[in-house]
């Protein structure tokens, strides 16, 4: 076991990977040669990079990969996307060039107010606090003038701060409930430094306040911090087009098709076991823009199931219907994103992915996200309803089996061949790869 260290953050790089060497790599050089071969040859990237969070020792590699023919609004996009999984950008890209040819996708943004919370607690007369905070609530606003200031100018800032009664579900509980425009930002920085100042605030203005007893005035913040659950920061995208415009195979007519994939989606919205693999195949899509583009995937996530479990049961984000004839097929889901601020000026590829797009706003980046994850489940859908999801899924994660085995440029050339015409396995690829060999 490693012993305890203390100051590990003040050592330099060099002696922070001396010391994994020593207490977790017995010494061993290819650990060492593993973290060093990872640092970039520039050395004010690599400092850009070791500056981004706290003990950074080198750098972790995802692909950087882009899927072209996204039809959004009439606007041809190719999307940034990162991710590791084999099948994802492929699979974006087949479902992108599938609807090109049927209109594209549509997109709207429905609403883009996020909110933060000031949680705190309070023993009393709540028609007393009621009172208090009617006479406080303007000063909070001018309290936080300085950090608004500018927000305002690009069309942001506090847009309520509403006091909400909490106690009937925890004893003495209240909050500021407060909403925010925070234009093209995704405003985490923004709403929380707004959220201290009203706590500060609100608590010395309760000790000054001559309406409060002695208990009253003691009001205890528990703590401020924004909500990553958005509802109402969201965003719709949807692809129509005829039914019989639809596949159609010798299995399947494009009708059958329609019903199935109809079928397969409203399984998603009445069984959670199948809704959260469902969603998680958006998220592929989703999370692969929001990462390329520098965003918090984390909070993207957390607020897309809260958004999925709305209504006291998680479901599918995607709904499928066919009106007169019209196969329709879209995503409603809330995301809190920004092309400003955050790591969009920061990191070199986050800049390439925004240039990419155009430089678009936070409003377009909402769009173009969605799109990403109606696509993805398309693609999954139409497999999972066809093929089987296998197919297209080990196609792609071939080249993965072929490295896991260290096959050679042309084993593997012989190797795609033969699995062009063959189901791939991972066992199989291990006998062909021996075959070869032997
Ligand atoms: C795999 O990453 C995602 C899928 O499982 C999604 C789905 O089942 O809809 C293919």
Redesign the pocket.
């Known amino acids: 076991m490693a012993p305890v260290v203390s100051g590990f953050s003040k050592l330099s790089k060099v002696d922070k990977i001396k010391w994994l060497a020593e207490h977790h790599f017995s010494n061993d050089q290819n650990a060492t040669d593993t973290l060093v071969t990872y640092w970039n040859s520039d050395d004010s990237l690599q400092q850009l990079h070791d500056e981004f969070t706290e003990n950074t020792i080198s750098n972790y590699y995802l692909p950087f990969s882009v899927a072209p023919n996204f039809l959004i609004n009439d606007t041809r996009y190719t999307l940034p996307m990162t991710i590791e999984?084999s099948s994802v950008v492929a699979a974006a890209s087949k479902a992108a060039k599938f609807w090109q040819n049927r209109g594209g996708f549509k997109a709207e943004v429905l609403s883009t107010t996020k909110v933060g919370q000031v949680h705190f607690s309070f023993e009393g007369n709540s028609e007393k606090l009621r009172q208090f905070f009617k006479e406080v609530k303007p000063k909070l606003y001018d309290a936080v003038s300085n950090i608004t200031k500018n927000m305002e100018k690009r069309g942001g800032g506090v847009r309520e701060i509403e006091l909400r009664d909490k106690t009937s579900t925890i004893d003495k509980y209240y909050q500021l409930h407060c909403t925010f425009e925070t234009a093209d930002a995704m405003g985490a920085n923004f709403i929380n430094s707004c959220l201290e100042q009203f706590a500060k605030t609100l608590s010395s203005e309760a000790k000054a306040y001559d309406g409060f007893s002695k208990t009253e005035k003691d009001i205890e913040i528990i703590m401020s911090i924004l909500s990553n659950y958005v509802p109402q920061c969201l965003v719709k995208a949807s692809v129509s087009c005829p039914v019989n415009e639809l596949p159609d195979t010798d299995q399947l007519s494009s009708q059958d098709y329609a019903e199935k994939f109809v079928r397969a989606v409203h399984i998603a919205e009445v069984e959670p076991y199948r809704a959260v693999?469902?969603n998680?195949?958006i998220m592929?899509g989703i999370d692969a823009v929001v990462l390329a583009t520098g965003n918090d995937f984390r909070a993207i996530e957390a607020g897309a199931h809260a958004y999925a479990a709305k209504d006291g049961k998680y479901k599918s984000l995607t709904h499928a219907e066919i009106k007169e004839d019209q196969f329709i097929f879209s995503i409603e889901i809330p995301l809190a994103l920004g092309t400003v601020g955050g790591l969009t000026t920061l990191h070199p590829l986050v800049k390439l992915a925004l240039q990419l797009l155009g430089r678009p706003n936070a409003k377009t980046l909402m769009k173009i996200t969605a799109v990403a994850g109606l696509a993805q489940?398309f693609a999954?859908?139409n497999s999972?309803i066809t093929t089987g999801?296998q197919q297209g899924h080990m196609k792609m994660h071939l080249m993965n089996i072929l490295n896991q085995c260290n096959a050679t440029d042309q084993e593997k050339e012989q190797l795609v061949e033969y699995f062009t015409t063959n189901i791939v396995t991972h066992s199989e690829v291990v006998t062909q790869i021996e075959n070869l060999r032997n």
């Open positions: 999984e693999t469902h998680k195949g592929n489940n999954a859908i999972l999801i």
